[in-house]
Structures are given as C-alpha cells and as structure tokens.
C-alpha cells in the first residue's frame, strides 16, 4: 500500500473517532502543530523515518514533544508505532487537516509556479475556483524553479499542468512514441 492511502486511512480513521467524540476541531490543532512541527525540523523527520530506532523510541520522542495533546493524538502515534508506520505522521497530518477541511466546506488548491503569484493574479485564480467548485478555496503557492513557465494547479485529487516542463515531457513522450 502507497503511503499516500495509508495516511490517508490511518487520517479516515483519526477523524471517524474524532466525530464521534466530538473533538474533531481540538484534533485539527493537534495536527497541524505536528505538521508544522515536522516541517521545521529536519531531525526529527530523521527520526521518525529512522531505521535503527525502535518504534517505541520514537513514540516516546514524540509523546514528549507532544506532551499537551489531545488523547486521541497520543493513541494515533501508539498506532503508528505499533504498525512500523510512524514514518508517514507527517502524512497523516496532512491527510486530516484537508479532511478536515473538507468537512468545514473549504477546498485547498495548490499552484506550483516557477515565480511567486502576484496578488491580482491570485485574486482572479480564487475567484474561478470559487466559482467552479462553489465552495470556499484556500489557495497555496509553491515555487518550482524548474517549471519554466506556466503552472501547476492541484485542487483535491486533480491536477491541471499547464507549464512549460509539463508541455515539453508531452512532447518528448509523443516523439519518443511515434
């Protein structure tokens, strides 16, 4: 199984007990601190995706980090321990926070570009979306250097790739193809 679907699950499942608790938004937070968390700290991406360290090492490292938590975080990372799939937290987090998300009636759309959007040009991008998915877009900007030009825009589990890369890769897969 894919990482992506198993963070995915363990996120499902995460949320399932979070409803029916009625802690769902206390979670949220939960998450995100470790999202954010995981991201700022590279050694402890190191750690948790580390081979030597037992995953009741890891639990510990992360229970302690993550002192003021909520119950049902604390029971997640004793999951993922006892599975051997601690690595993929990170995941998980992400996978929850979009549920979540989900849930409040917003959509997250992503738009990798090779130069910071300006903010008209961001301000039209979230109107078509609106417009389309008729629900609220939050709308993130990554930067790819290696894109040329163009755009990648990434709303739930699709993809529109209008960049110059993406075109060339067509084009070289067409020719290699004929």
Request: avoid cysteine; charge should be negative.
């Amino acid at each position: 199984m894919s990482e992506h679907r198993a963070a995915y699950r363990y996120a499902k499942a995460l949320m399932d007990l979070a409803i029916e608790q009625n802690n769902v938004s206390a979670v949220e937070k939960d998450m995100r601190l470790v999202l954010d968390t995981i991201e700022q700290n590279e050694s402890l991406t190191d750690v948790l995706r580390s081979p030597v360290l037992t995953g009741s090492d890891k639990n510990s490292a992360l229970k302690a980090l993550f002192k003021n938590s909520q119950p049902l975080t604390s029971e997640l990372f004793n999951l993922l321990a006892s599975n051997k799939r601690i690595g993929i937290l990170k995941e998980v987090a992400q996978q929850y926070i979009t549920l979540y998300d989900q849930m409040q009636g917003q959509e997250i759309a992503t738009v990798v570009t090779a130069v910071p959007l300006n903010k008209d040009l961001e301000a039209k991008i979230l109107k078509k979306l609106e417009e389309i998915s008729g629900k609220e877009v939050t709308l993130e900007n990554e930067i790819d250097a290696d894109l040329i030009g163009g755009f990648i825009l990434k709303v739930g589990d699709l993809e529109y790739n209008a960049s110059v890369s993406g075109k060339l890769e067509k084009l070289e897969r067409k020719l290699l193809s004929t």
